[in-house]
Every structure is written in structure tokens, then in C-alpha cells.
């Protein structure tokens, strides 16, 4: 009996035994698992920064050629009045060609003259105008001056476009290349901090574009729907959480809350088109509409997150405030409020975070304009970083992919700083109960 009884204890020991490398197996497979998950997604993740990266970080830098230019008042003002309407009408870029053409004696015939003056983009002639309207007494003088080159001679220096594979398999001309190469050995040629990227508007000239008014559109936006949404947003999640009645009503808006905002995005921007354009007539492809349109999307998210920092608050909190005399009023405003603001501001931010990154909605209410004058106010024409992506992106020129990574890095590093913002928000503010 005694052996037959240890037999039955170690044939129980073995399946426990047996079961449990089973049991640690299948663990030990399981965070193998879960840890590559982690580090495929993470790889997915470096590689699409460094793809973004290694296209975008030289869009920060433009290629200028130096020219010796000679305002002939001949040319900008024969009259010699000095009127502001002359000298903005004047033809400035012929002095771009009368520079080149005095580095270049020796180019002759139309089409070589075309290329040669092919290589300094035409945005110069528009920075010589400027300077004449600033200071017209530069006119009569010549003025040694570094101005913007073609995007192909700027693709072209940045090793984008390969001189060596056949002239038909490229945009720019084996002359072209020659007098490149010219300019280089007189150092004429260098590249500078591209300051243009971050204050032009949108151009179709890849050279010239830059997103100084796609930002200003989008801090605009921001503007009206952090003014909009975070009172509004507090003071429903308020309502709902403290004043309310509990009935089928206020349920019904519960649900409705938290059922808009799973609602795809671009649903806003047609309510947006509908109601903000089409009944109210507010200015089409305005900051102001993209903001009422945000501020209804990110609505749902600031009361949905102002309402669970407003139950994290302790019972204790309330029954004390209501203990020494407080009226509920004085409870919730006093009290309350002010210890569930941190998770407020967080949620707040955050929405805010995701309506920076929003383009469908906005592309509904015309923010998908060309629009080359940076915005001075709410009302005027504009678009937003992530549609000024998108535009760009559908762009052939190589330089435009340039620009299009260089404005998603902008966009992210946005980003970054408001979920950055919200983190130390909650790490200084939040208590622990």
C-alpha cells in the first residue's frame, strides 16, 4: 500500500511538474512575443523618422549664387521721379539678366541665354524690388548680392540630381552644369540658413515656397478652438458631472458625447460647409471656420477627459468642502475644479494636439487653396500645416518632396511639444490620493 500510494504521488508530482514547464513555457513565448511586437514597431517607427529626416533636414538650407547687380535707373526709373508705382512696375528681372550675362559674355543665342538666366530663380527679381521700395536710393549703384538659386541648381548642389547619368535623364543641362561648376570656382555658389522656408507663404516655384503662412493659418485655428472648446468643454463636463439630473435626457447626451467622437473627421467639416459657410456665410478657406470646425471635433475629447479628472477627485474632497458650510456651488468651484484642472488641461491639450494634425475637415471648407499671401487675421485666406503637406506632396518636382518632409518635421516636432506640454502638466499638477 505504502509504495502503490508514493507510486500515485509521484505520477501527480510529474503531471504538476509537466504542467507547470508547460504553464512557463508558453509565458516565456509570450513576452518573446510581446517583446518583438515592441521592437518591430519601434523599427517601423525609426525607420519612417529617418526616412522623413534624411529627405526634409536640407530644406533648411538654400543654395544663392552672388551676382553684381546694377540698378540702371534706366531701367527702374528713366523717368528719374522716384515714384513708388514706376519703381514697383520696373522690369528687375532684366538686371538679374544683365548680371549674368556680364559673368557670361561669351553665352550667345536665345535659347543658351534662357538657361543661363534659367539658373537664378525667379524670385530675385522680386527681392530687388524690395530693396528698391525699401531704400530707393540704391538706385544708380551696384550692389554685390547673394540671391536664390533655381530649385534644380539647388537639387542639383545637394546631390539630389546625379550629373552623371545622361542629359535626357535629367531636368538640368549639361551647359548648365558647366557654368554651375564656373560660378563654384569663383566662389559664387554657397549655401545659406533657408529663412524663407519659415516666413513665405506657398509658391509654385519649390524655391520660393515656404510655410510662414500655413503656420500662421494653424496658430490661428489653435487659437479659436483652445477659446472655444476649453470653456465650453469644462463647463458641460462641469454640468454633466455635478449639476445634472440623472433621467434618460442627460444619458441621451452622454451617449451622444462619446459616440461623436468616434465620428470620422471629415463628417465635421461637412457640418462645417454646411452650417458655417453655406447658412452663416463666414469667409471660405478662413482660420476662423477651420477653428469652429476643430473646436466642435475636440469637444467631445476635452469633456470626456475634464469629466474623468472631475470623478477622480476624492469623496473626501467633497464632503469635507460641504462639512465646514459650503454651498455645492462653492463645493465644485472652489474645491473640485481647481484639484481636476491638471487633467483638464491635459485632455485640452491633447485635443488640441490632434486638431493641429487634422486635414480631412479642413479640406471641406476650401483650406485646400493656393494661398501665397500669409495671413494677417482669423479672416483672411489660408491653409494649415497638414494641407499645405498634403498640397506639396502632390507635387512632381523633386524639390517639393524636399519641402514636403521638412514641413512634416515642423509638424511633428509641434506635436511633440504639446503631448510634451500635457506630460509635464499632469507629472507637476496631479495629486495622488
Keep these: 500500500m505504502t509504495s502503490a500510494s508514493s507510486s500515485s504521488q509521484d505520477d501527480v508530482l510529474s503531471k504538476v511538474r509537466a504542467s507547470l514547464d508547460r504553464r512557463y513555457k508558453r509565458e516565456r513565448r509570450f513576452r518573446l512575443y510581446g517583446a518583438a511586437s515592441a521592437i518591430l514597431g519601434l523599427a517601423f517607427v525609426a525607420i519612417l523618422f529617418a526616412s522623413i529626416f534624411s529627405n526634409g533636414y536640407t530644406a533648411f538650407w538654400q543654395t544663392h549664387v552672388q ?7 534706366d531701367i527702374i526709373d528713366p523717368d528719374g521721379q522716384r515714384d513708388p508705382q514706376a519703381l514697383s512696375g520696373a522690369n528687375y528681372t532684366k538686371l538679374v539678366r544683365n548680371a549674368m550675362a556680364e559673368l557670361f559674355p561669351g553665352v550667345s543665342g536665345r535659347r543658351d541665354r534662357r538657361a543661363l538666366n534659367g539658373l537664378v530663380s525667379s524670385g530675385a527679381a522680386y527681392e530687388l524690388r524690395r530693396m528698391v521700395l525699401e531704400d530707393p536710393a540704391v538706385v544708380g549703384s551696384k550692389r554685390t548680392l547673394w540671391l536664390a538659386a533655381d530649385d534644380e541648381v539647388d537639387m542639383l548642389m545637394k546631390g539630389y540630381i546625379d550629373r552623371n547619368v545622361p542629359q535626357s535623364s535629367r531636368r538640368i543641362k549639361d551647359n ?70 440623472r433621467n434618460r435626457w442627460v444619458d441621451l447626451i452622454e451617449v451622444n458625447i462619446n ?37 466642435l471635433m475636440t469637444l467631445p475629447t476635452i469633456i470626456i477627459a475634464s469629466r474623468a479628472a472631475i470623478t477622480a477627485v476624492p469623496p473626501s474632497v467633497r464632503e469635507a468642502a460641504l462639512g465646514v458650510g459650503a454651498s455645492h456651488m462653492q463645493m465644485v468651484f472652489h474645491h473640485v475644479v481647481p484639484l481636476a484642472m491638471p487633467g483638464m488641461l491635459t485632455g485640452a491639450i491633447i485635443g488640441m494636439a490632434r486638431a493641429l494634425g487634422e486635414s480631412a475637415p479642413l479640406l471641406m471648407i476650401g483650406m485646400i487653396a ?44 509641434f506635436l511633440l511639444v504639446m503631448n510634451a506640454a500635457a506630460i509635464w502638466l499632469r507629472k507637476k499638477f496631479e495629486r495622488r490620493w
Design 67 to 73: 551676382l553684381d547687380i546694377y540698378f540702371d535707373p
Design 370 to 413: 493656393f494661398i501665397v499671401e500669409v495671413p494677417g487675421t482669423p479672416f483672411d485666406p489660408a491653409t494649415a500645416l497638414p494641407v499645405q503637406v498634403y498640397l506639396w506632396a502632390d507635387s512632381p518636382e523633386r524639390a517639393f518632396v524636399e519641402r514636403t518632409s521638412a514641413a512634416i518635421m515642423v509638424l511633428l516636432a
Design 176 to 245: 548648365q552644369i558647366g557654368w554651375i561648376d564656373e560660378l563654384v570656382g569663383q566662389d559664387r555658389v554657397r549655401q545659406q540658413f533657408n529663412r524663407g522656408f519659415f516666413t513665405s507663404g506657398d509658391s509654385r516655384e519649390p524655391e520660393l515656397a515656404g510655410i510662414g503662412g500655413a503656420t500662421k493659418g494653424s496658430m490661428y485655428m489653435l487659437i479659436v478652438t483652445f477659446l472655444l472648446s476649453f470653456p465650453l468643454g469644462i463647463a458641460a463636463a462641469v454640468y454633466l458631472e455635478e449639476f445634472a439630473p
Design 259 to 295: 459616440n461623436l467622437a468616434a465620428v470620422p473627421s471629415i463628417v465635421f467639416g461637412l457640418l462645417g460647409l454646411a452650417v458655417f459657410i453655406n447658412f452663416f456665410g463666414l469667409p471660405r478657406s478662413a482660420p476662423v471656420v477651420g477653428g469652429l470646425v476643430l473646436t
